[in-house]
Nanobody, 121 residues
Framework: QVQLVESGGGLVQPGGSLRLSCSAS????????MGWYRQAPGKERELVAI???????NYGDSVKGRFAISRDNAKNTVDLQMNSLKPEDTAVYYC???????????????WGQGTQVTVSS
């Protein structure tokens, strides 16, 4: 059974920084991608940042230049450094991984439970 556990959310003032972490555990054989999505009230879930094959990165337009994603391949973790936070960054942030386990033998998508980020003065 795969688990994605997120941490690091909270309340921060505009202009501040937060760092989110996501750790994947289970009988993981290979990870295709790990990344972060977010969903604000009344809005659809959107891409924040993703790392594919541990090398290629992609960011949502609204966070380019402010957020940075990094991955530790040995630990199966992915971090999101969020700088210059704005009130519109307020959302529940979800970790997503596409990976293969010894049980499934195929790549499947997994989601974390989400962590709240609130940017407010």
């Amino acid at each position: 059974q795969v688990q994605l556990v997120e941490s690091g959310g909270g309340l921060v003032q505009p202009g501040g920084s937060l760092r989110l972490s996501c750790s994947a555990s289970g009988s993981i054989v290979s990870i295709y991608s790990m990344g972060w999505y977010r969903q604000a009230p009344g809005k659809e879930r959107e891409l924040v940042a993703i790392i594919i094959s541990g090398i290629s990165t992609n960011y949502g337009d609204s966070v380019k230049g402010r957020f940075a994603i990094s991955r530790d391949n040995a630990k199966n973790t992915v971090d999101l450094q969020m700088n210059s936070l704005k009130p519109e960054d307020t959302a529940v942030y979800y970790c997503k991984a596409i990976l293969k386990t010894s049980a499934t033998g195929t790549f499947m998508t997994y989601w974390g439970q989400g962590t709240q980020v609130t940017v407010s003065s």
